[in-house]
């Protein structure tokens, strides 16, 4: 119940502002009870995209006040077909965060830290293409950089979005060239981390970002211009 409430809420079909039809009336469409409807209602209003009106009703609230790294509401976001704009900030908060994470890691990084991120390499570079392995390869390696800065904030912080990078790996990831092709960046992230070169790692990450943004926009097949992301 909540699934389908929150895919209608992020995909646009009810829209921030709008109330959506009374419990009657969409029970009776999903054929579900009020009891249940009022747990989704519950449930959606605690991930900050609904909110109830006395003698109004519940609408949607603004997307500005929706929980973006709840777990649901990112994946609702991409099984709707995110928008260009979604993967631009989505992007764009990668943009503020890894480079910078590459850099304290490889000043900070223990050696059976930096040992996790190169077997999550090695897993990248061994697994089948088109699987469940790769891409998990690919979240293991990000999520052993941000462990490896060893601040708690940056971990937590990939913890909450890891939804988010799933999604987005299965999109720049779809092709077997975009995968392929991305590899010797994780590795020189990898090696710049290794050789305590902060500077390198910073760069190499932002480097890589960027070519995940071009390969994002062609597996969705849209242009460059129409998402300026600032990597």
């Given amino acids: ?37 009022r747990e989704a209602f519950k449930l959606l209003t605690a991930k900050g995209l609904l909110e109830s009106r006395p003698k109004l009703g519940t609408r949607v609230r603004p997307k500005e006040a929706w929980n973006m790294f709840d777990s649901d509401v990112l994946k609702w976001c991409f099984e709707s077909q995110p928008s260009p704009e979604f993967l631009r900030s989505l992007f764009e908060m990668r943009e503020v965060i890894e480079p910078s994470a590459a850099a304290i890691a490889a000043q900070r990084a223990s050696e059976e830290q930096i040992a996790a991120i190169e077997k999550a390499y090695n897993a990248m570079a061994e697994a089948e293409i088109e699987t469940e392995d790769h891409i998990l390869a690919d ?55 290794r050789d305590r070169d902060p500077e390198r790692a910073r760069f190499e990450m932002k480097s890589l970002l960027s070519k995940s943004v071009r390969g994002a926009l062609e597996s969705l097949g849209l242009e460059s211009q129409n998402m300026d992301v600032a990597v």
Wanted: aromatic share 8%.
């Fill in 1 to 37: 119940m909540a699934y389908e409430l929150g895919t209608r809420i992020v995909s646009g079909a009810y829209a921030p502002g709008e109330y959506i039809p009374n419990e009657a009336a969409i029970g009776e469409e999903l054929k579900v009870s009020r009891t249940a409807l």
């Fill in 139 to 193: 979240i293991d390696f990000h999520m052993a950089i941000l462990r490896a800065t060893n601040n708690e904030f940056m971990v937590s912080l990939g913890e909450s979005i890891k939804t988010a990078l799933t999604g987005l790996f299965r999109i720049s990831s779809s092709q077997e060239s975009e995968y392929v092709g991305s590899l010797p960046g994780h590795k020189a992230v990898y090696l710049g981390i």
